[in-house]
């Protein structure tokens, strides 16, 4: 019986390993604290993939002649992508390579990747997945508190909260065993708040649930804090002793009142009253926000909205209070500190700061100045590649790109333009099937590393079982293309040895690792950082005397409401937004592969008002269009949903083919949460088009209607 954690979601709950002859066991490992050992059903399958039919065992190499992988040895494969890229970068510098990671490496992994692009290739050109995930509610705490860990408390604090206001979190559905911390709250008295376009599962455990367009968070933050200044509420000697710039962000909200909210949101004024009074009464308040609410372009915007109210109550650093991001993926929290993100270096560095660079360099035993500076960010590094100054050659490890990324059809043409696609990957996702060298690598109970979830809390994945013949450990492989590009100093490939270095490499940054030890997270539980010595115990809580700006003082920052980037107009008449279900996990790569998981591919989820009024019924085939892309999928009529608004899960190819690029102008996340779209039902289609030709696409539907205007009309 091995002890370890899923291989899935930031919760990272404790699970036991047992071999039973060839299979391997899920059990529960009940003595971890987060999760007391309940799993989700992606937690009790996980198994599932090992020793799966399509688990890729041997390197695939595209052959020139047939266009087709094909197997090859590795150090055929690994050999070919080494030259290649050596003569790339010699041809047109090493901006010519970029890398491409993902929050569900572990640390060591995402340090080694971050190094092997900063120290073997020389490249700027590196970034992950997760600027599409947390970034904005990092950006905001960054800004807000001069720090950025998801939860600045354990998640069981939630239980000890009085009101508990969930901004865009599904979390009965993503992270199922937390759930239970909203019952053991609501036992106690306490009020649950749930804020989000779809009366979901985790809506149904509220008191209070309010409904609003996708993309307005911002402007009902706005409208709460008139309210709660208003009723005097906000707390005047907090604010004093230990915030800066209340006065302006009082003045940002003043124009704010709940009519106008109204007008703005669709929710209507009297539960945004409703909410501030639950507020403004409380002892202690928790607002928590998700991917709703910052997957937008204005993501960040909104997150300091929420903060800002959070601040005016004078709840964070309080016991039991304050303001939390939900992080998403396994390691999104570690992900994000150990320099796979472009402007970041290890330890929570940032890359432009001398200070961080002399350090790094030096523990890595290079010069300072051979560090390239900050790269783009994930969308921005895709979109350029195979440009006039983009990259030519993109490295992908843990993400599955052309079904992820927003604006997919141009992502995959922005791919097809490299002249070389290497991806590390356990199967055959859609972008591995895209590569011309795919290098098969150990999952989750094959190999050891560590991770940092959503509270901060340093956990130990440990090695359970032997890895399939042919595979190798991403660890080995990026010290293996390291070697071959010419890396000045050698590449650990044992995880203990190569966290002990990111530890020494964290040290005295702001997500300092250098007191934690495998040994120290398998007796503890794990360790929460800041960590920065051996009889350091580690800080499960932040801000309870101080904030980590240099003056100790957290910021009220000013936002105003922008609005999404597209809105709706008479040709894309309904909002669309995106995002997950329980059975599966984002691109689907892992989970559509888990036979015990249902496989429904992507739906279309509308209210019943819509259905009918574009003449769907309940299963059958509808269109969604968008200015980017369509997607023809069955709908799935539930009176859930906002009549105005039309959802779709990304676990399948398709939804973002529909989603706009459009970026947060601080943490550069796409607008997954909100763009226009035009819905359709098929059997209207067919029976509308003219009889001589079929319409290629709805665009061209579009304009065959624009002269009838009961046709245009049909769904605005
Ligand atoms: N089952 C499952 N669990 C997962 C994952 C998974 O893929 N599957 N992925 C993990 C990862 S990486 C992440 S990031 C987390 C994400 O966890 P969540 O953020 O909880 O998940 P989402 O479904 O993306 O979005 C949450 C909710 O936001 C709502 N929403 C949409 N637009 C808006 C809006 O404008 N405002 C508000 N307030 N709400 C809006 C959606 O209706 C949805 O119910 O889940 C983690 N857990
Ligand atoms: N429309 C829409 N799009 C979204 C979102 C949304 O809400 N709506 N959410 C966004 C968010 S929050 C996220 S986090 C992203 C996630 O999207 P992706 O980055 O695509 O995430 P995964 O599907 O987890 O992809 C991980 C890939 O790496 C492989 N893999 C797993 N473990 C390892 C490993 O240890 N090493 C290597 N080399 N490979 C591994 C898996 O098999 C899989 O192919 O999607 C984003 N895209
Ligand atoms: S909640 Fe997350 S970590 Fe826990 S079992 Fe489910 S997927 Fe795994
Ligand atoms: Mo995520």
Not at 371 to 381: C, D, H, I, K, V
Not at 533 to 546: E, I, N, Q, V
Request: hydrophobic share 40%; net charge negative; proline share 6%.
């Amino acid at each position: 019986m091995t002890d370890t954690h899923c291989p899935y979601c930031s919760l990272q709950c404790g699970m036991s390993l047992e071999r039973a002859g060839r299979a391997l066991e899920v059990r529960p490992w009940a003595e971890f604290p987060v999760n007391q050992g309940a799993l989700c059903r992606k937690g009790w399958s996980a198994a599932g993939l090992r020793g799966h039919r399509e688990r890729l065992t041997s390197p695939l190499v595209r052959d020139r002649a047939t266009g087709e992988l094909r197997s090859a040895s590795w150090d055929e494969a690994l050999d070919l992508v080494g030259a290649r890229l050596r003569e790339l970068r010699d041809e047109s510098g090493p901006d010519t390579v970029a890398v491409f990671g993902g929050g569900g490496l572990t640390n060591e992994k995402a340090y080694q990747l971050g190094k092997l692009a900063r120290v073997a290739l020389g490249t700027s050109q590196v970034d992950y997945n997760g600027r599409w995930c947390m970034s904005s509610a990092a950006s905001a705490g960054n800004q807000a508190f001069g720090v950025d860990r998801g939860l600045p408390f354990p998640l069981e604090d939630v239980e000890q909260t009085d009101v508990l206001v969930l901004v865009g979190s599904n979390l009965v559905e993503t992270m199922p065993p937390a759930a239970r911390h909203l019952d053991r709250l609501r036992e106690r008295g306490g009020r649950v708040v749930v804020i989000d376009p779809r009366r979901t599962p985790t809506a149904d455990r509220a008191d209070l649930f309010l409904q609003p367009v996708p993309g307005t968070d911002l402007p009902l933050a706005l409208g709460v804090l008139h309210l709660l200044d208003a009723a005097g509420a906000v707390d005047e000697e907090y604010a004093a002793a230990r915030t800066v710039g209340l006065d302006e962000v009082r003045r940002s909200v003043a124009a704010w009142w709940p009519e106008r909210v109204e007008r703005v949101s669709g929710v209507p004024a009297s539960e945004l009253r409703e909410l501030a009074d639950l507020m403004a009464g409380a002892e202690r308040v928790m607002v928590l926000t998700a991917r709703g609410a910052e997957q937008h372009a204005q993501g960040t915007a909104t997150v300091l909205a929420w903060v800002n109210v959070a601040l005016a109550l004078g709840m964070c650093g309080r016991p039991f209070a304050g303001y939390g991001c939900l992080t998403g993926q396994g390691n999104g929290q570690g992900g994000r500190e150990h320099g796979q993100k472009s402007d970041q270096l290890p330890g929570y560095r940032m890359i432009d700061d001398p200070a961080a660079r002399a350090h790094v360099a030096g523990v890595w035993g290079v010069d300072p100045d051979s560090l390239p500076g900050p790269g783009r960010s994930a969308y921005e590094l895709l979109d350029a590649l195979g440009t006039d100054g983009g990259a030519r050659a993109l490295l992908v490890f843990g993400s599955n790109i052309v079904v992820s990324a927003p604006n997919a059809t141009h992502v995959a043409a922005r791919l097809a333009d490299l002249d070389l696609l290497v991806v590390a990957d356990l199967v055959m996702s859609e972008t591995a099937a895209l590569a011309d060298v795919v290098l098969p690598v150990t999952q989750w109970a094959e190999e050891t590393g560590t991770m940092t979830n959503l509270e901060g809390r340093v956990i130990l994945r440990q090695q359970a079982v032997s890895a399939p013949d042919g595979v190798r450990s991403d660890l080995e492989v990026i010290a293996e293309l390291a070697a071959r590009v010419g890396s000045p100093v050698p590449f650990a490939t044992d995880p203990e040895q190569v966290f002990a270095e990111l530890a020494r490499a964290s040290a005295g940054g702001r997500a300092d690792y250098a007191g934690i030890t495998y040994d120290r997270i398998r007796a503890e539980h794990g360790v929460f950082w800041p960590c920065p010595d051996a009889d350091h115990p580690g800080t499960p809580r932040l801000f309870a005397d101080s904030f980590a700006h240099a003056d100790g003082r957290a910021r009220f920052v000013a936002v105003d409401h922008r609005g999404p980037a597209e809105p709706t107009d008479e040709a894309f008449p309904i909002h669309l937004t995106t995002g997950r279900v329980l059975a599966q996990y984002q691109s689907g790569a892992q989970t559509r592969r888990v036979r015990d998981l249902p496989d429904t591919g992507p739906f279309v989820e509308l209210h019943p008002m819509l259905a009918a009024r574009i003449g769907a019924r309940d299963g059958e085939l509808v269109v969604v269009a968008t200015r980017r892309g369509e997607l023809k999928a069955p709908a799935r009529v539930v009176t859930t949903i906002r009549p105005d608004t039309v959802f779709v899960p990304f676990h399948w190819v398709g939804a973002n083919r529909l989603t706009n690029d459009a970026l947060d102008p601080s943490s550069r996340m796409p607008e997954f949460k909100v763009c226009a779209a035009l819905v359709t039902a098929v059997s209207r289609l067919v029976a509308s088009a003219p009889r001589t030709s079929t319409p290629a696409s709805l665009v061209e539907v579009r304009a065959q209607r624009a002269s009838d205007p009961t046709e245009a009309g049909l769904i605005s």
